[in-house]
């Protein structure tokens, strides 16, 4: 199934895409698919950990299938739930054109195939090769956390009314948390861990030009160059590339073709979401916006 044949030939490939992996990320990811372990990727917001998995599902021709966790989530959202209505359809169709069906009949008819509904993790245990993104997996509690180590530990599920469910290739997981809390232990040690921080200047120029083909060369340096400078401030939210992008975006929109301090001060909302953040930056912006 892998046929990606080393960390360069997965950058590229990646690239191939419009994502820009560096080496240490590139390698991590390919180690991920030669040794069938799972892929945990933190960092700051806006850094390319979401991007990365659809990159990969993108670069290696294979479904992304997506698990968007959150407070409260549980196993029925993640593997399947019953499609009650539809059985009561069932039912009472049953009921009102075979009066004699026994049961047992009836009630293994309910729990048929046909009203399954099939969650991500059980789509991505069917369904593979596939790539499984199960996205900030820090917003879902200890349980669920437990339930999903089992099934990347087994690559099986177990329906009580249809039997074990059993994945013929492993699907590529790729799991993204913002440290909002510290995922366990057990499941870091299943996974190959990966810190993504901010790009450097170069690449996150490159970031723009492959993301953004229409902006100037020169716009995307004085775009990237700031970005960084702002992070250096010690913000409330330091800009992640999805804001890097934005703003590039949105000069670009102006019609402008420099990034001047008029300019910048009319779009500092694409890169900056807190008053506090604004206002620190407004204060030094010839600086930060100096060649
Ligand atoms: N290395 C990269 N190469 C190309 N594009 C990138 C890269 N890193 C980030 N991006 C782009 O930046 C944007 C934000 O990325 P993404 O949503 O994946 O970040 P994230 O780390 O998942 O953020 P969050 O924690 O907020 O979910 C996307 O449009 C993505 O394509
Ligand atoms: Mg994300």
Known sequence: MNVVGSAADLAARLRGTGYLADEGLATVGYLALALDRPLLLEGEPGTGKTALALAIAEALDLQLIRLQCYEGI????????????????????????????????????????RFLLARPVLRALRESPAVLLVDEIDRADDEFEAFLLEVLSTHEVTI?????????????????SNRTREVHDALKRRCLYHWIDHPGLEREVEIIRTRLPEVSRRLAEQVARSVQRMRELDLLKPPGVAETLDWARAIDALGTDALDVQSAAATLGAVLKYREDSERVRESLDRLLAS
């Open 160 to 176: 009580p009314e249809l039997g074990t469910i059993r994945a013929e290739v492993p699907p590529i997981v790729v799991l993204t």
């Open 74 to 113: 549980d196993s029925t959202q993640a593997l399947y739930d019953w499609d009650f209505p539809r059985q009561i359809l069932h039912l009472r169709t049953v009921e009102a054109t075979s009066s004699g069906a026994e049961v047992e009949e009836v009630e293994r008819s309910l729990f048929d195939e």
